[in-house]
């Protein structure tokens, strides 16, 4: 049984954010539709998000092309797009003319600063999102400038993830009020909210957090990255006072368990003893050591060594399908998990079976192709 199954979603979207958050609906069942124009250059997108769903060309910026659009909305229980705020109503296409079409619809938009407000109409990308979210602010060294993420923490986290979760909400609440609804995702609300740590020092202290001078940012020693005599890095997340008690008795410095939040000359000492113990042994030799003791301990990893962690196969979050490695589904459920079931799709392969689902014959859709509609 795949849980989601019963549902229909069109796919818009193009890029990381939508493509990630109809690729999680996808593992799940979800018919996913995604719907390209017939030249868009970024319409394959990342191959691997196209999983489980099925490609369709379609020019909406053509009367027939609407037409045929309106017609699968008609029975659509997901619309899921990420233009531009007001470019789908100028098509003549978005929200209101969707829900009075199909009152049990609901529309997804995912854009960068939601579909109202003074941003609404600027354009941007991941780092600009958690730059004005003041989440750029943190990351890095006191005294340095901010440092760009290397994962799109905007884009997936505060905009893929949000998306479904908003989508999954709606979708439940139409179980009680017989209707769809808005669903609007802007990246900036959702990176605003990932502030959840340093909104908190703000408010207790009255002034928001330096970069690279709080707890979880690398400065003090129970909380930071050290490198290793083969010049690689290891992690220690000692936050709570069991876990610094631990690594401090490891290391045989018991005296410094009281002094873990002090600063000024005893933080500096800290760091230098544990900076020259982590030097002193290769990654390989900490991991052995370190890897099973009660702490929080991590190897900082390339890519190639992630894909072959033990834990990260047997979570099944690295899979091979039809001779292509990819991610798995993060999301685990016991009764009704998620499946790879088809490959990624070609683009636009699936445009003449959906048009003959539609009623359209051989001759119609020759004509849609030589009129560029599809």
Same mark, same amino acid.
């Given at each position: 049984?795949?849980?989601?199954?019963?549902? &229909?979603?069109?796919?818009?979207? *193009? $890029?990381?954010?939508?493509?990630?958050?109809?690729?999680?609906?996808?593992? /799940?069942?979800?018919?996913?539709?995604?719907?390209?124009?017939?030249?868009?250059?970024?319409?394959?997108?990342?191959?691997?998000?196209? &999983?489980?769903?099925?490609?369709?060309?379609?020019?909406?910026?053509?009367?027939?092309?609407?037409?045929?659009?309106?017609?699968?909305?008609?029975?659509?229980?997901?619309?899921?797009?990420? /233009? =531009?705020?007001?470019?789908? +109503?100028?098509?003549?296409?978005?929200?209101?003319?969707?829900?009075?079409?199909?009152?049990?619809?609901?529309?997804?938009?995912?854009?960068?600063?939601?579909?109202?407000? %003074?941003?609404?109409? *600027?354009?941007?990308?991941?780092?600009? @999102?958690?730059?004005?979210?003041?989440?750029?602010?943190?990351?890095?060294? +006191?005294?340095?400038?901010?440092?760009?993420?290397?994962? $799109?923490?905007?884009?997936?986290?505060?905009?893929?993830?949000?998306?479904?979760?908003?989508?999954?909400?709606?979708?439940? !609440?139409?179980?009680?009020?017989?209707?769809?609804?808005?669903?609007?995702?802007?990246?900036?609300?959702?990176?605003? +909210?990932?502030?959840?740590?340093?909104?908190?020092?703000?408010?207790?202290?009255?002034?928001?957090?330096?970069?690279?001078?709080? $707890?979880?940012?690398? @400065?003090? %020693?129970? @909380?930071?990255?050290?490198?290793?005599?083969?010049? =690689?890095?290891?992690?220690?997340?000692?936050?709570?006072?069991?876990?610094?008690?631990?690594?401090? *008795?490891? #290391?045989?410095?018991?005296?410094?368990?009281?002094? $873990?939040?002090?600063?000024?000359?005893?933080?500096?000492?800290? /760091?230098?003893?544990?900076?020259?113990? #982590? &030097?002193?042994?290769?990654?390989?030799?900490?991991?052995?050591?370190?890897?099973?003791?009660?702490?929080?301990? !991590?190897?900082?990893?390339?890519?190639?060594?992630?894909?072959?962690?033990?834990?990260?196969?047997? &979570? *099944?979050?690295?899979?091979?399908?039809?001779?292509?490695?990819?991610?798995?589904?993060?999301?685990?459920?016991?009764?009704?998990?998620?499946?790879?079931?088809?490959?990624?799709?070609?683009?636009?392969?699936?445009?003449?079976?959906?048009?003959?689902?539609?009623?359209?014959?051989?001759?119609?859709?020759?004509?849609?192709? =030589?009129?560029?509609?599809?």
């Amino acid at each position: 049984m795949t849980p989601l199954g019963h549902l &229909r979603v069109l796919d818009l979207s *193009r $890029q990381l954010p939508g493509p990630f958050c109809s690729t999680l609906l996808a593992d /799940f069942g979800a018919d996913v539709l995604m719907i390209a124009r017939p030249d868009d250059p970024f319409a394959t997108g990342i191959p691997f998000l196209a &999983r489980n769903k099925r490609s369709m060309t379609l020019n909406l910026k053509l009367e027939a092309g609407r037409e045929i659009f309106l017609r699968l909305a008609a029975n659509a229980d997901v619309v899921l797009e990420g /233009f =531009r705020p007001g470019i789908m +109503a100028r098509l003549g296409i978005g929200w209101e003319r969707l829900s009075a079409l199909n009152p049990r619809l609901v529309y997804c938009a995912i854009s960068g600063y939601g579909q109202d407000g %003074p941003y609404r109409d *600027r354009v941007g990308h991941d780092v600009n @999102y958690l730059a004005a979210a003041g989440v750029l602010n943190y990351v890095g060294e +006191a005294g340095g400038p901010p440092v760009i993420p290397g994962v $799109q923490i905007a884009d997936i986290g505060a905009g893929s993830l949000m998306a479904a979760v908003g989508i999954l909400t709606a979708l439940l !609440a139409r179980e009680h009020t017989g209707r769809g609804q808005l669903v609007d995702v802007a990246m900036l609300d959702g990176a605003v +909210a990932w502030n959840v740590y340093h909104t908190l020092l703000y408010l207790l202290s009255g002034r928001p957090p330096e970069r690279g001078r709080t $707890q979880l940012t690398g @400065y003090f %020693p129970c @909380y930071a990255v050290y490198e290793t005599r083969d010049r =690689r890095h290891v992690t220690v997340g000692a936050y709570e006072e069991h876990f610094w008690a631990t690594l401090c *008795r490891h #290391f045989g410095r018991e005296d410094f368990i009281p002094t $873990q939040w002090d600063e000024g000359p005893t933080r500096d000492e800290m /760091f230098a003893f544990f900076r020259a113990a #982590f &030097r002193a042994k290769a990654l390989a030799e900490w991991v052995t050591e370190l890897g099973d003791v009660d702490d929080c301990f !991590a190897p900082v990893a390339t890519l190639d060594e992630t894909f072959a962690d033990p834990q990260v196969r047997h &979570r *099944r979050m690295v899979v091979e399908h039809d001779g292509t490695l990819t991610f798995g589904t993060p999301i685990k459920l016991s009764e009704t998990p998620a499946s790879l079931r088809t490959a990624p799709a070609k683009f636009g392969e699936h445009t003449d079976g959906v048009l003959a689902s539609l009623g359209f014959g051989a001759e119609e859709i020759a004509r849609l192709r =030589r009129d560029r509609v599809v």
